[in-house]
């Protein structure tokens, strides 16, 4: 069983605010990624990372930001919501040489008023 | 570009029918497919996986999976469909080189009559 962890699972929030979503793995996996998606629709890669100090934009333009200090954590933050950030938002990982096999956590679904 | 299309955006089958989502997709050497399974307000969990060899995969729940290079297919297919199978349904191919990107379908809401 893969573990990787989202919290929180569900954030209501108003515009203007600074919000970070976190992301962490215990299986030491280098790969991390995050994808955006809307709902009924399908996944969007907006972030990844290598490794520790790697961080590597997506394919979705994404206004969303990224660190990667640590090999476990991958936390993804917005300076100021806004509703069209609506969306659910999930985090997978990945071995190196693991064949693009990810792993996903179960999401964090936010709501910008 | 390595492209996927599930032509199917939703599908209702009844209980106890056979299932078959489709998948077609669009990449030049033989690539990694993946079929994923997503709950509502859930992850995606992976469901089966085609790196080589044996064209039919066995996957969780009872699931299947068959590669047709010819066709340029992966199909997922379930002899009995069970009620708690509804949910979203993605197929993915996995981008070339070392960012270990996948590329999803839209995906197939599958909807379970009883």
């Known amino acids: 069983e893969a573990d990787i962890y989202q919290t929180p699972r569900y954030l209501v929030i108003g515009t203007g605010k600074k919000i970070t979503l976190e992301c962490s793995q215990t299986?030491?996996?280098?790969?991390m990624y995050w994808y955006q998606q809307d709902p009924g629709m399908e996944l969007h890669l907006i972030h990844y990372?290598?490794?520790?100090?790697?961080?590597e934009k997506g394919d979705l333009s994404s206004e969303s930001t990224v660190s990667r200090i640590r090999t476990e954590h991958f936390p993804l933050t917005l300076e100021s919501a806004r509703p069209s950030h609506t969306s659910q938002y999930l985090c997978?990982?990945?071995?190196?040489?693991?064949?693009?096999?990810?792993?996903f956590g179960p999401g964090t679904r936010l709501t910008v008023l | 570009a390595q492209s996927v299309t599930q032509p199917d955006i939703h599908i209702t089958v009844s209980e106890g029918a056979s299932l078959e989502l489709r998948c077609n997709y669009s990449?030049?050497?033989?690539?990694?497919l993946f079929w994923y399974v997503q709950s509502p307000g859930q992850g995606l969990q992976l469901l089966l996986k085609?790196?080589?060899?044996?064209?039919l995969v066995q996957g969780i729940k009872g699931f299947e999976a068959e590669f047709k290079r010819s066709q340029s297919s992966f199909n997922l297919r379930k002899p009995s469909v069970h009620w708690s199978d509804a949910a979203e349904y993605f197929c993915?191919?996995?981008?070339?080189?070392?960012?270990?990107?996948?590329?999803f379908g839209q995906g197939t809401t599958l909807q379970v009559k009883p």
């Open positions: 990449y030049g050497a033989t690539p990694y």
């Open positions: 990372s290598y490794g520790v100090n790697s961080t």
């Open positions: 299986m030491g996996h280098d790969k």
């Open positions: 993915a191919v996995g981008d070339p080189g070392n960012t270990g990107k996948l590329i």
């Open positions: 997978a990982s990945m071995v190196s040489g693991g064949y693009n096999e990810q792993f």
């Open positions: 085609y790196f080589s060899g044996d064209t």
